[in-house]
């Protein structure tokens, strides 16, 4: 009996490739989802703290001074919050709805940047006009007694203690 050699021409055997491509797919996937999971990633935001100071113009007009705040956060990431003498809220909303505006033009609450940063920093204000026409603020004739709350949206902390109108 003869032994033949058959002289094969492929460089890997089907089985083989089939392994090394399911390796390669395998590996690849797991690449591209700590890629992508890379992106996904939050950066868990610290809330800021701070001090507020209200007072009284002596026209029932109302100025919530920002006398310390770090770090200063966006804008765009604060919610402020009007309240009664129960604590119940009266209005509300984010602090970019408010930028801007003066009064008389149609916003009961408005935030003043005297910085022009876009951020809530030392020395910048909110100015509060109870009865403002054409506001939210248009059935409020006095806020006296009332509390302003401010909260950082992308942790829901609370950025200092309330600070009541009295």
């Known amino acids: 009996m003869q032994r033949r050699i058959v ?20 590996v690849l996937a ?17 809330a800021p703290t701070g001090s507020l100071m209200a007072s009284e113009d002596g026209s029932g007009v109302w100025t919530v001074n920002i006398v310390k705040i770090s770090p200063a956060p966006s804008i765009n990431s604060v919610k402020w919050y009007l309240l009664d003498v129960q604590g119940n809220t009266v209005v509300t909303g984010v602090v970019s709805d408010i930028y801007g505006f003066k009064s008389g ?3 009961g609450i408005i935030f ?3 910085d022009y940063n ?10 509060v006009y109870p009865g403002e026409a054409d506001s939210q603020m248009e059935n409020v004739n006095d806020v006296s007694d009332y509390a302003f709350r401010l909260q950082f949206t992308p942790t829901g902390d609370l950025i200092g203690f309330d600070v009541s109108f009295q």
């Not at 002289?7 to 395998?26: F, R």
């Not at 876009?118 to 100015?127: C, I, M, N, V």
């Open 30 to 46: 797991a690449v591209l989802y700590v890629w992508a999971m890379s992106f996904l990633e939050t950066t868990e935001k610290n």
């Open 118 to 127: 876009g951020e809530l920093s030392p020395g910048d204000k909110f100015e």
């Open 7 to 26: 002289k094969d021409e492929q460089a890997v055997s089907p089985v083989i490739a089939v392994i090394l491509m399911v390796a390669i797919t395998v």
């Open 112 to 114: 003043v940047d005297n």
């Open 105 to 107: 033009e149609g916003k």
